[in-house]
């Protein structure tokens, strides 16, 4: 049966009009877009007047179906008032309009794309509707599929941190009723030494490790908390709900008690633990990019402090690190800005109370913070590597000193100075070339530049130390052995290394009473010095008695408070000169 578009009535120039039937079988069967045109019987119930050949397609019509036929035939079994109500409408605002549905057919959903197109007759009234329906489930599709990857992790289809994030901020914005004291909670949990399981099996068995992981941690957790997983070996745990850390430790607690159990990986048994990090809104904020940072801070001290275990966020402990990043921040300004100052503190002579040479001792003196102690910017500097830039700044320093004195006191009255060089120094930085270029830039005799160096720093690396210090006393720099007697290799150091000085720990010198147990050992130290011909410095000096007995056992040279605090440059020349306040 040949199917026509009903009679359409069309103006013509002065006010006529002709109608035309217009035969569209041919054209319209032919187009990739579905068409129905639509009519209203006289019931005004809704009726189809024409459907092609697309559109049966798209609603698996019956082949069977002859215009005009209800609209609801092309369902076959069910309803769907979306189309039908969208007929309606038009007829009734007589306005054009697009909108967007679908149809359902068994486990089969379409999405489609539709233009109402309302024609009037002569009257200005609507007698018919033509409805354009095109398939978009391809694109849909596609949509949706790149929407689940935008917020999903492809390798184990678990949420990402941006979905992670929003269903956070939607937890953390619900109103909290009374019996919620923390609201909500985040986990970060991260593997112990995933990298050896890559460096040993590979990373496509690491993959899969992975994989096994993530099924693991869903089991751990609640149906209403949201697992994610962040980066490699990093995953996340919404709590979304909470009334205690109680509730939270559960949580951590079975993860742990997984960790357990080993994992079957290509035959091979895998045993591995996992550090977590807690937040709560509680201990943290509400903010949620604030709860993820506070939460990867706790694990990484999880971390620090052993692995296999979880750490609540306490916020007094991060504003101690932030308190420490600010003034390694400042520290490094300080340094490029030679904002630094270094003072000195004289090494006595015991046998004639004269100066033998200077200890060059860094200080800080913040504009804000005042005094800031060495024993809290000299581990940090050594932590971050500002070290290096410090101990290169301290040796040019010291050597602009030393020319200083050269000029206005001659080379007679100039005094040695020793210069502190951290192991991390030795390890990163070629020391000798820059004592080297120190030397030659102020025109300093090596023999006036001592470097300090501990037993832990030659520990870190002592090849590389060893050929150091062989070209440092190349150049006539003497070497000092710092700290000596508290570690466990001193004596084996003195003579594989070359050193020229050794100077007692101070611990040695606090303790120091005739013939106890220190007193032995300076005894023997004081020996064994002598017949290799070392110089031997008792450090932290401050009583007269104690001063007395070194002298007893044959020791050269201190220094301490009984003689000086550490002074300014400014304020060293009256020693140069001679006028030694220990003397009066």
Known sequence: MESKIAPIASHAEGGSFVSRIVNTSAVVERLPVGVLVCGLTPGKAIEILFINKFARDIFTTDTNLVA??????????????????????????????????????????????SQLIPLKDHTGMVY???????????????????????????????????????KLEEAVSRPMGD????????????????????????????????????????????????????????????????????????????????????????????????????????????????????????????????KARTEIYQR????????????????????????????????????????????????WHHKERGFVSPAEFIPLAEETGVIVALGRWATRTACAQIRTWMDAYGTE?????????????????????MVEASLEEYQVPGEWLRIELTESAIMANPVRISESLSRLRRLGVKVALDDFGTGYSSLNYIHQFPIDVIK???????????????YKILSMIGLLAKSLGLE?????????????????????????????????????????????????
């Not at 520290?331 to 090494?347: F, S």
């Not at 009255?413 to 070339?433: E, L």
């Not at 720990?505 to 220190?518: C, G, H, K, T, V």
């Not at 410095?537 to 000086?564: K, P, R, T, W």
């Open 128 to 166: 018919q509707v033509i409805c354009t329906v095109e398939d978009q489930t391809a694109e849909k599709l596609a949509e949706r599929n790149l929407l689940h990857h935008a917020f999903h992790d492809a390798l184990t289809g678990l949420p990402n941190r941006v979905l992670f994030r929003n």
């Open 316 to 363: 007094d402990s991060h504003q101690r690190v932030r308190s420490q990043f600010h003034l390694e921040t400042e520290l490094r300004r300080a340094v490029e800005r030679d904002d630094l100052e270094l003072y000195y503190q004289p090494i006595v002579d015991l046998k004639t109370s004269q100066i033998h040479g200077f200890e060059a001792l860094t200080r």
């Open 413 to 433: 009255k100039v005094m040695p100075i020793n210069v502190n060089v951290s192991g991390i120094q030795f390890a990163r930085d070629d020391v000798a070339a």
């Open 179 to 306: 019996d919620k004291e923390i609201g909500c909670a985040v986990l970060i949990v991260n593997i112990d030494r995933f990298q050896q399981i890559n460096d040993s099996f590979g990373h496509s068995a690491g993959d899969r490790f992975l994989v096994a992981m993530a099924a693991t941690l869903r089991r751990c957790i609640r149906s209403t908390d949201t697992l994610a997983r962040f980066s490699g070996d990093e995953f996340a745990i919404l709590v979304g709900k909470c009334r205690d850390l109680e509730e939270v430790n559960l949580v951590s607690g079975r993860i742990h008690e997984a960790m357990e159990l080993p994992y079957d990986l290509d035959g091979n048994e895998v045993f591995t633990s996992v550090s977590i990090g807690v937040a709560t809104t509680l201990s943290s904020s509400t903010h949620p990019e604030d709860l993820i940072r506070d939460a990867d801070f706790a694990m990484h001290r999880a971390k620090a402090a052993g």
């Open 536 to 584: 031997v410095v008792a450090e932290g000096l401050e009583d007269i008695d104690h001063i007395q007995m070194l002298a007893d056992l044959d020791f050269n040279f201190a220094q301490g408070f009984y003689f000086s605090k550490p002074m300014p440059a400014s304020d060293v020349g009256n020693l140069i000169s001679g006028r030694l306040p220990w003397l009066k």
């Open 68 to 113: 005009p036929c209800p609209i609801e035939a092309l369902w076959g079994s069910g309803e769907n008032y979306i189309l039908s109500g969208q007929v309606q409408e038009t007829f009734r605002s007589q306005r054009r309009s697009n909108f967007e549905w679908s149809v359902r057919h068994g486990a089969v959903e379409r999405y489609l794309s």
């Open 504 to 518: 007692i720990d101070r611990s040695f010198i606090n303790q120091l009473q005739f013939d106890n147990e220190p």
